[in-house]
């Protein structure tokens, strides 16, 4: 089993920033790919962002590329979600997952899952 628990969500302005942390736990050996998802209410899981351990240069979607950066601490099990200008559009809960495989973007590839931390981003 993975343990997935994500931290730093909160409120900010529209143009303002967040950091969120992800620590990973257990069996992180079987993680091939870590990665953050939003899910907004009434809207499915969206992926966000992904940071593989094969060293390829983190995916991420259109809608946050030049806002967004991904970023890995091996040593610690930990990951981040660096987001600068916050869009009202932003706002949803956000997961951390781990996929067993490379370079996936689907959620159904990821068999692990957090709990969730909501960014709200007020207008």
């Known amino acids: 089993q993975v343990r997935l628990v994500e931290s730093g969500g909160g409120l900010v302005q529209a143009g303002g920033s967040l950091r969120l942390s992800c620590e990973a736990s257990?069996?992180?050996?079987?993680?091939?790919?870590l990665g953050w998802f939003r899910q907004a209410p009434g809207a499915g899981r969206e992926f966000v962002a992904g940071s593989t351990w094969n060293g390829k240069t983190p995916d991420y979607a259109d809608s946050v590329k030049g806002r967004f950066t991904i970023s890995r601490d091996d040593a610690k099990n930990m990951m981040y979600l660096q987001m600068n200008n916050l869009k009202p559009e932003d706002a949803a809960v956000y997961y951390c997952?781990?996929?067993?495989?490379?370079?996936?973007?689907?959620?159904?590839?990821?068999?692990?899952w957090g709990r969730g931390t909501q960014v709200t981003v007020s207008s």
């Open positions: 997952a781990a996929a067993p495989i490379y370079e996936t973007t689907r959620p159904d590839d990821y068999n692990y």
């Open positions: 257990g069996r992180t050996f079987e993680i091939y790919t």
